[in-house]
C-alpha cells in the first residue's frame, strides 16, 4: 500500500508549463509560506514514446497523492489526452480537488474550467501562493465533510480570506 502524501498537479504542459515551475520556486523559497508533496517528484524517469506508458507512470503518482490541483490556462478547457484523464483519475479516487484559475479569478471561471469538473467537488482558487496554501491546509478537511453530507459543486473563499492573507 502507497503512502499517500503527495499533490497530484495537472496542468497544460504545452501552455502553462512555466506556472507550474512558478508554482515549484514558491515551495522552494523560503520567503514564501507555500508547502507541498509534489508527485511529480516520483518516477520521473519515464518512457514518454507510448501514451499508455505514461499513463502507467502517471497512475503510480495518483496512487501516492491525497490532493489533486489543477492549474487552469486559456486553453486547459479544450485539452482532449492528459489533462481529462487526469481529471477523471482524481475523480475516480475522490481526491480533494483544488482548480487553480491562472488568470486570478477568485471562483470558478465558466468559461475555462474544464466542463467535467463544472458540477463536481472543487475549491476554486486563484493563482496566488498565499490562497493555494491556504486550500492545500484546509481544503481536504471541507472536502471530506462536504462529501459525508452528500454535497458538490463549486466553491471558491470569500474576499475576506483573501484580504486577510494579504490580497
Same mark, same amino acid.
Given at each position: 500500500?502507497?503512502?499517500?502524501?503527495?499533490?497530484?498537479?495537472?496542468?497544460?504542459?504545452?501552455?502553462?508549463?512555466?506556472?507550474?515551475?512558478?508554482?515549484?520556486?514558491?515551495?522552494?523559497?523560503?520567503?514564501?509560506?507555500?508547502?507541498?508533496?509534489?508527485?511529480? +517528484?516520483?518516477?520521473?524517469? =519515464?518512457?514518454?514514446?507510448?501514451?499508455?506508458?505514461?499513463? &502507467?507512470?502517471? !497512475?503510480? $503518482?495518483? #496512487?501516492?497523492?491525497?490532493?489533486?490541483?489543477?492549474?487552469?490556462?486559456?486553453?486547459?478547457?479544450?485539452?482532449?489526452?492528459?489533462?481529462?484523464?487526469?481529471? +477523471?483519475?482524481?475523480?475516480? =479516487?475522490?481526491?480533494?480537488?483544488?482548480?487553480?484559475?491562472? &488568470?486570478?479569478? !477568485?471562483? $470558478?471561471? #465558466?468559461?475555462?474550467?474544464?466542463?467535467?469538473?463544472?458540477?463536481?467537488?472543487?475549491?476554486?482558487?486563484?493563482?496566488?501562493?498565499?490562497?493555494?496554501?491556504?486550500?492545500?491546509?484546509?481544503?481536504?478537511?471541507?472536502?471530506?465533510?462536504?462529501?459525508?453530507?452528500?454535497?458538490?459543486?463549486?466553491?471558491?473563499?470569500?474576499?475576506?480570506?483573501?484580504?486577510?492573507?494579504?490580497?
Amino acid at each position: 500500500m502507497a503512502y499517500r502524501n503527495k499533490t497530484y498537479v495537472a496542468f497544460d504542459g504545452d501552455e502553462d508549463i512555466n506556472d507550474y515551475w512558478l508554482l515549484r520556486a514558491w515551495k522552494n523559497n523560503d520567503n514564501i509560506d507555500f508547502d507541498f508533496y509534489d508527485a511529480h +517528484d516520483l518516477n520521473s524517469a =519515464r518512457d514518454t514514446s507510448q501514451e499508455e506508458s505514461i499513463k &502507467n507512470q502517471l !497512475r503510480k $503518482r495518483f #496512487d501516492d497523492s491525497k490532493l489533486f490541483i489543477l492549474l487552469v490556462g486559456k486553453h486547459t478547457r479544450y485539452l482532449r489526452k492528459f489533462v481529462p484523464w487526469e481529471i +477523471d483519475q482524481a475523480l475516480r =479516487r475522490q481526491l480533494p480537488i483544488i482548480v487553480v484559475n491562472l &488568470n486570478g479569478k !477568485r471562483n $470558478r471561471d #465558466d468559461l475555462l474550467c474544464p466542463a467535467k469538473l463544472q458540477n463536481e467537488l472543487a475549491i476554486h482558487v486563484a493563482f496566488k501562493a498565499a490562497i493555494l496554501n491556504f486550500a492545500v491546509k484546509a481544503w481536504p478537511e471541507s472536502d471530506a465533510r462536504h462529501r459525508r453530507d452528500g454535497e458538490s459543486g463549486a466553491y471558491y473563499y470569500e474576499d475576506s480570506l483573501y484580504a486577510k492573507l494579504g490580497l
